[in-house]
């Protein structure tokens, strides 16, 4: 791990591997100091950002550097997001394919998986979804679309997510869902927060 500043009320862990920064995540985020606002995970990061009138830089740094990392099975309970999907999306068929599964594989493969929201980005409230089976990985379309509708479930990579909203998007599209990834007046105002469980089902 490799820790930068950012500033003088933020510091950057940079990792070498998704699945350290998850181990990362899971065990500073239960064990904030007094002072440390936020810990924001990415994909070989960690950003923490702090209250220089409440702590100062040697306690967050020292705190970083020996807090030793939480392996996922001494987790224990944790609460689970469950997200209904109407497997319609207009890249099943071809992610059928690409996986060798066929449509009802990958209904079964997706919805039998729990995932975890690895970390947050791209819009307010796009969960990275990782934990599903190497048998999903599928790449990004060839072409990207130029407007993907608010709750398209898709697939790239290692990764599942529910787009929260109309944008641009490259990701195999597999279904729909009506769940409201991000909503102003809720608190917290993301669905999906990073160090989640998600359970898919058919609807």
Known sequence: MRILDVGDSAMLAEFD?????????RALDGTRPVGVDEVVPAARTILVRFDRT?????TVLGWLRDTPPLPDADTGRRDTVRVGVRYDGPDLDEVAALTGLGVDGVVAAHTAATWTVAFAGFAPGFGYLVGGPASLHVPRRGTPRTAVPAGAVGLAGEFSGVYPRSSPGGWQLIGTTDA????ADRDPPALLRPGATVRFHPI
Request: net charge negative; charged share 30%; aromatic share 12%.
């Open 54 to 58: 409440v702590v100062d830089r040697a």
């Open 180 to 183: 409201r990834l991000w909503d």
């Open 17 to 25: 591997s998704l699945d350290a920064v998850l181990a990362a995540f």
